[in-house]
């Protein structure tokens, strides 16, 4: 169960395009298309943004889009906001009811 | 709508034990599976353990594996963590999440842990 590897930090200007990589092996990520993403501002809990790789669950604007090819998931957020700086996590399901999250980036709004 | 309240945080010395509650309100509590995650002190989210809907599978996370233990009471629509030998490296706010297929729709809003002397 060793954690998801995402990058400590991205950052983008408002209007522009970024995307958060979250990098597994195939007993996690590349095994399952149970990978789900989060949002998460200071002293909140977690939100769900996406779930299933690319499934946007009601509320969360079409901005943000999820993949994945072979071991790697990325989250991607269009249209930058001010209101989109926060901590982003990965998770993916790794069988044997079992779960991994990654290790959490954080988003910078320029 | 959906509610989740933890409680049973505190702190407690290295080697103790706290067991940890979550209320469930708003759905089905007995037709769902259960999550326990936490997060330290300004590091990452860290999944901990998980209970089927009828208490028939547990697991849990490496770093927690015969210390910790996961139990619900579906009479009371209530989650529980028993947490044994605790250490520092515990010390996290523990959330509960409803267990939504393979992912976590929704949350509490944590109870905090802290494990000093």
């Known amino acids: 169960q060793s954690a998801l590897t995402q990058p400590r930090s991205v950052s983008g200007s408002p209007g522009q395009s970024v995307t958060i990589s979250c990098t597994g092996t195939?007993?996690?990520?590349?095994?399952?298309?149970?990978v789900s993403w989060y949002q998460q501002n200071p002293g909140k809990a977690p939100k769900l943004m996406i779930y299933?790789?690319?499934k946007r669950p009601s509320g969360v604007p079409d901005r943000f889009s999820g993949s994945k090819s072979g071991n790697t998931a990325s989250l991607t957020i269009s249209g930058l906001q001010a209101e989109d700086e926060a901590d982003y996590y990965c998770?993916?399901?790794?069988?044997?009811?079992?779960?991994?999250f990654g290790g959490g980036t954080k988003l910078t709004v320029l | 709508q959906v509610q989740l309240v933890e409680s049973g945080g505190g702190v407690v010395q290295p080697g103790g034990s706290l067991r940890l509650s979550c209320a469930a309100s708003g759905f089905t509590f007995s037709s769902y599976g259960m999550h326990w995650v936490r997060q330290a002190p300004g590091k990452g989210l860290e999944w901990v353990a998980f209970i089927r809907y009828d208490g028939s599978n547990k697991s849990y996370g490496d770093s927690v594996k015969g210390r910790f233990a996961i139990s619900r009471d579906n009479s009371k629509n209530t989650l529980y963590l028993q947490m044994n030998s605790l250490r520092a490296e515990d010390t996290a706010v523990y959330y509960c999440?409803?267990?939504?297929?393979?992912?976590?729709?929704?949350w509490g809003q944590g109870t905090l842990v802290t494990v000093s002397s």
């Open positions: 195939s007993s996690d990520v590349g095994g399952y298309t149970y």
């Open positions: 999440a409803k267990g939504d297929s393979n992912y976590f729709l929704y």
């Open positions: 998770c993916s399901y790794a069988g044997s009811y079992t779960w991994v």
């Open positions: 299933d790789v690319n």
